[in-house]
């Protein structure tokens, strides 16, 4: 079995942070956890090449590092991908994750990593991948490759993969069939049985977890901050010229409101489902508060208001969704320096 | 607001209902734009704190 490994500039061996601008480069043969993996995988599996980019030469040649894993990966002629484990790190964990899912979907072959649940390369790429949950602490790397080993092969064998907890994987939300013992309205009443008498039970409906977002320390000068207006109300220049669905939005668009004292009705229109759109339509402001906004930053209680607002619709969307929508106007907001958001929410 | 504390959201601040969360189509319009100059300034406060009190 060849084995392609991908890792980044710590696990390499290259360094840390002082390193995370490191080129993407090749090794022949196994390097640090390559080797142990190649033990566990067993069967004569033998890692022949070994990928190394530095995290953030990674996450900044998002394209060009993916092509250039797909070349390394078709030229190696791989049977398995495999990428990290990256526990709790971010940037490690997001290109571990886009290169795992361009090799399945261009390759065909079958792919595995390992991170932690609050990694966003997690949130990111839990629904395409087997992301082995790795948890954040590097110290239980044997236990996370064994994971990771046993579950590769089931896949190189195309043998059925069990259920999240029993392969340690971060669950996919995948619905999929199986026979059960008890109807539904059995199995419930049980579980309100159990509940009354305070027993443990395990219900059936896994509500979505959210990652606390750290926040980040208040603005210290107001008088010099730059503002940014962003809404999920749907509001779109006259002709929605970005075409932004009405209901589970995939786009966003953002506005010039340079020179603008205020909204005006005549040129906005609504792209949102759900709420009655009549009053906003009237008198933007009420959504997208421009004119108080330009009061405030002519009485230079505001440092700045950045000439375009962000604009999606925030209704039936799902999570994987909303997060790329968020981190790409995050994005945006940070490259032009700005330094707080008013996000108005319908 | 349920929803922005359900998901976690950082400084959430209420706004005036959902049809018009930065205006009040009840009142005068001098007085609606005196709602909404409150409620950006609730939200700059907010984003002058350090935490979500």
Same mark, same amino acid.
């Given at each position: 079995m060849r084995v392609v490994h991908y890792l980044n500039q710590f696990f390499a061996g290259l360094g840390g942070e002082e390193k995370a601008g490191a080129l993407f480069e090749t090794r022949e043969g196994a390097v640090g956890p390559g080797k142990l993996l190649e033990q566990l995988l @067993?069967? @004569?599996?033998? =890692? =022949?090449m070994t990928l190394v980019s530095g995290d953030n030469y990674a996450v900044e040649n998002q394209q060009s590092i993916i092509a250039a894993v797909l070349e390394k990966v078709r030229e190696a002629n791989a049977d398995l991908f495999v990428a990290g484990p990256c526990f709790q790190a971010g940037r490690y964990g997001m290109a571990a994750g886009a290169l795992c899912s361009a090799v399945q979907a261009k390759l065909g072959i079958p792919v595995i990593t390992g991170m932690a649940q609050e990694n966003p390369g997690s949130d990111l790429y839990r629904e395409t991948l087997f992301i082995i949950d790795s948890g954040d602490n590097a110290a239980k790397m044997r236990d996370v490759l064994t994971r990771m080993a046993t579950l590769a092969k089931k896949l190189l064998a195309k043998e059925a993969v069990g259920l999240p907890k029993e392969e340690g994987y971060i669950p996919r939300g995948l619905i999929r069939d199986h026979f059960v013992e008890k109807t539904a309205a059995e199995r419930l009443v049980e579980m309100v049985l159990a509940k009354v008498k305070n027993e443990p039970f395990e219900s059936e409906m896994i509500p979505t977890a959210f990652a606390p977002v750290p926040m980040p320390p208040g603005v210290r000068d107001l008088k010099k901050a730059k503002l940014m207006l962003i809404t999920d109300g749907g509001l779109v220049p006259k002709g929605n010229p970005d075409r932004i669905q009405s209901s589970a939005a995939t786009r966003w668009g953002s506005y010039s409101i340079k020179d603008c004292a205020d909204l005006r009705g005549e040129d906005y229109e609504i792209s949102h489902g759900g709420y009655d759109p009549q009053f906003v339509r009237q008198d933007p402001n009420r959504l997208v508060p421009l004119d108080v906004m330009r009061e405030l930053e002519q009485e230079g209680v505001i440092g700045e208001l950045y000439d375009e607002f962000i604009s999606t619709s925030g209704l039936a969307n799902p999570l994987s969704n909303t997060r790329r929508m968020g981190r790409e106007m995050a994005e945006k907001a940070k490259r032009l320096g700005i330094d707080a958001i008013i996000l108005t929410s319908t | 607001m349920p929803i922005a504390e359900m998901v976690g959201a950082n400084r959430p601040v209420l706004g005036n209902g959902i049809v018009h969360v930065m205006g009040d189509?009840?009142?005068s319009v001098d007085e609606e734009k005196r709602v909404r100059r409150q409620l950006v300034q609730k939200a700059l406060e907010a984003l002058q704190r350090d935490d979500n009190s």
């Open positions: @067993g069967d @004569g599996a033998q =890692v =022949v | 189509a009840k009142v």
